[in-house]
T-cell receptor, first 116, second 113 residues
Framework: DAGVIQSPRHEVTEMGQEVTLRCKPI?????LFWYRQTMMRGLELLIY????????DSGMPEDRFSAKMPNASFSTLKIQPSEPRDSAVYFC??????????????FGSGTRLTVV | GNSVTQMEGPVTLSEEAFLTINCTYT??????LFWYVQYPGEGLQLLLK???ADDKGSNKGFEATYRKETTSFHLEKGSVQVSDSAVYFC????????????WGLGTSLAVNP
């Protein structure tokens, strides 16, 4: 299994530009999570999906952030317009829960976003 | 509500020293408990887990015992190596079909040769 695949690994963009981060979860996993990690705030859950449906987006900082999961094998996190304070490492994770049992919770390698 | 509290870092040790990173939790029912490790420039990786009271999770020389009476899941290693330098995260998941993990803030460990 290739694990959770995120792209790009690094992104540098100018303030005001649109940024799209991509994630391919582990095949068969039924939940997907987007996290943001910064020195100041640590690891923050932004949003998560269950069976491609957004369940909890209370961690999304503001309307500039949006996330979609059009199918079980792909998700995007979009920031439009981007701001310097959005600079962080963004992680995607996927998991499988069946019958109340957690079978795996795996992180991707992250996308390091720098907004200048 | 549910929460995880970890000891603040950074923790700095010499090679072969004994490591303890404290983790306590607040949760309803009987959560599962996890330790994840994040090496520099990488994502978080599962290090070990325990799903019920008195279970001991172990991996790569690390151990943690699920203590319900003290609501703790402290991470220990008898002899650390430079390669153990990383950030360690404690997390819990409530029982049932809950998909979310509740995370501690992470503890940075630096091991000097």
């Amino acid at each position: 299994d290739a694990g959770v695949i995120q792209s790009p690994r690094h992104e540098v963009t100018e303030m005001g530009q649109e940024v799209t981060l991509r994630c391919k979860p582990i095949s068969g996993h039924n939940s997907l999570f987007w996290y943001r990690q910064t020195m100041m705030r640590g690891l923050e859950l932004l949003i998560y999906f269950n069976n491609n449906v957004p369940i909890d987006d209370s961690g999304m900082p503001e309307d500039r952030f949006s996330a979609k999961m059009p199918n079980a094998s792909f998700s995007t996190l979009k920031i439009q317009p981007s701001e310097p304070r959005d600079s962080a490492v963004y992680f995607c994770a996927s998991s499988l829960v069946q019958g109340g049992i957690l079978y795996g919770y795996t992180f991707g390698s992250g996308t390091r976003l720098t907004v200048v | 509500g549910n929460s995880v509290t970890q000891m603040e870092g950074p923790v700095t040790l010499s090679e072969e020293a004994f490591l303890t990173i404290n983790c306590t939790y607040t949760a309803t029912g009987y959560p599962s408990l996890f330790w994840y490790v994040q090496y520099p420039g990488e994502g978080l990786q599962l290090l070990l887990k325990a799903t019920k009271a008195d279970d001991k999770g172990s991996n790569k020389g690390f151990e943690a015992t699920y203590r319900k009476e003290t609501t703790s899941f402290h991470l220990e290693k008898g002899s650390v190596q430079v390669s153990d330098s990383a950030v360690y995260f404690c997390a819990l998941r409530n029982a049932g079909n809950n998909r979310k993990l509740i995370w501690g803030l992470g503890t940075s460990l630096a091991v000097n040769p």
